[in-house]
Antibody, heavy 120, light 107 residues
């Protein structure tokens, strides 16, 4: 059974940092691109970043470029999102999602999400 | 960036109704369009990929169509568990973008 379990969310002050983790199981993690998708309270979905199976390619939405870093450890079946210089606009539930092996993206498995609240 | 526009933003319907949700891309995305369902407090669930392919385990009452810039998601006979929000998402080019969502409510 495919499972994605996020952790690391919480309350952080504006300008602060947070590192999210996603533990994957039940599939060949090292074969898949992986993504982070977020959802602000009461709002729609926003793709944040993704990373190729071997970590050699990474892409970000413009609003987080230069502030967020995505990484993975295939030996630990884990995905990470390092978030720096956080603002209130980053407040959201952050989901880890399984992306593609190749070809067009679709997010066929999602974690339960972890809430990040940026507030003083 | 490719903008995705869904309509309507909300709709009220009854069990057994046939409903259609529309998604329009700001430029041609071929068939690189996915549909998701989200119930409150839950993660999204993939329903349809590349415009018309039903994800494994998704009931046959869900169908998708379209190509280029105009796409539709149809539920042929609405069931109680289908009252949820629906999102389209393009995978043609980065950044990956979602539509604003359509909330399907009980009439």
């Amino acid at each position: 059974e495919v499972q994605l379990v996020e952790s690391g969310g919480g309350l952080v002050q504006p300008g602060g940092s947070l590192r999210l983790s996603c533990a994957a199981s039940g599939f060949a993690f090292s074969s898949y691109w992986m993504s982070w998708v977020r959802q602000a309270p009461g709002k729609g979905l926003e793709w944040v970043a993704n990373i190729k199976h071997d970590g050699s390619q990474k892409y970000f939405v413009d609003s987080v470029k230069g502030r967020f870093t995505i990484s993975r450890d295939n030996a630990k079946n884990s995905l990470y999102l390092q978030m720096n210089s956080l603002t209130a606009e980053d407040t959201a539930v952050y989901y880890c999602a399984r992306d593609k092996i190749s070809g067009p993206t679709n997010f066929d498995y999602w974690g339960q999400g972890t809430l990040v609240t940026v507030s003083s | 960036d490719i903008q995705m526009t869904q309509s309507p933003s909300s709709l009220s319907a009854s069990v057994g109704d046939r409903i259609t949700i529309t998604c329009r891309a700001s430029q041609s995305i071929s068939s690189y369009l996915n549909w998701y369902q989200q119930t409150p407090g839950k993660a999204p669930k993939l329903l349809i990929y590349t415009a018309s392919n039903l994800q494994s385990g998704v009931p046959l009452r869900f169908s998708g169509s379209g190509s280029g810039t105009d796409f539709t998601l149809t539920i042929s006979s609405l069931q109680p568990e289908d009252f949820a929000s629906y999102y389209c998402q393009q995978s043609h080019s980065g950044p990956l973008t979602f539509g604003g969502g359509t909330k399907v409510e009980i009439k």
